[in-house]
Every structure is written in structure tokens, then in C-alpha cells.
């Protein structure tokens, strides 16, 4: 997941993207601020109850972020407040660097490989590249 640590006058403080709850991991893109406030609400949650709960600070115009939720059998990617389940095997992206990091996972790379290519060609994603794998069952 892309993050930005840099701008044109020197050294941002880096922000990991990617938050573990109880039985699942999100990964998250947009208004941090907003994100993490969501986030002390339903962190212990289950799964199941955060994908129930859905994104209730979603604000089409100033607070729209982008997240993926995976759970130790599915993933699940937010649509304006809502979870919606992906189909098996379906690649996504999110962040800024995504159109390039989803080409490159259209041409074969994998997940942490293509956002080393959206890094190289996006100005705000980062080059620090954490996988992590999906929660056991």
C-alpha cells in the first residue's frame, strides 16, 4: 500500500498503511486522520462486525478513502461506507501509485513487486515495501 514520506522540501514522518485487528488486516489510503478515528472505534472488533459496521465517517467529498479488509478466506475492498466482498483472486490497488501497480500486476508481478513499480512512477508512494500474508484461520 502506498504511502508518502517525502515532498519538496525534505523528510515526511512515514505512516504505516496497513493495521492488524483481531481476526483480519486493512489496508488504508486517504485522510489518515479521519481513517484512525474509525479505526479506535472498531479495531477490536471481529471482522464480521467491522464489515457490518462498514466506514460510517465516509464523506463522498472530503472524506472518501480507499481500504481493503482481508480476513483469513476473503477480502473485502470499501465502496463509499461499505465492505463489499471480492471475487477469488481478484487483484486490487489502492493509494495513488494503484493504475501503475495494478498494470504490473496485470503483467505478472506480484503484490510488493508492483508497488516498487508504482513507486518508481508515482511521486507519492513509497519504496518501503511491507507484505504481510493473510491471518491464519
Do not use: C
Request: no cysteine.
Amino acid at each position: 500500500f502506498p504511502s508518502h514520506d517525502t515532498d519538496n522540501w525534505g523528510l515526511k514522518g512515514h505512516a504505516n498503511k496497513i493495521l492488524e485487528g483481531e481476526n483480519f488486516i486493512l489496508g488504508i489510503a486517504g485522510p489518515q486522520g479521519l481513517i484512525l478515528a474509525w479505526w479506535r472505534q472498531v479495531q477490536s472488533l471481529p471482522a464480521s462486525s467491522v464489515i457490518a459496521h462498514g466506514y460510517t465517517h465516509y464523506e463522498r467529498e472530503h472524506n472518501n478513502p480507499s481500504m481493503i479488509l482481508v480476513t483469513a478466506h476473503k477480502a473485502y475492498k470499501l465502496d463509499g461506507p461499505v465492505f463489499i466482498e471480492l471475487e477469488e483472486g481478484e487483484k486490487v490497488a489502492i493509494g495513488s501509485g494503484r493504475d501503475f501497480a495494478m498494470a504490473a500486476m496485470y503483467l505478472g508481478k506480484e503484490a510488493g513487486e508492483a508497488v516498487l513499480v508504482a513507486a518508481h512512477f508515482d511521486v507519492n508512494t513509497n519504496n518501503r515495501v511491507q507484505v504481510v500474508q493473510r491471518p491464519a484461520p
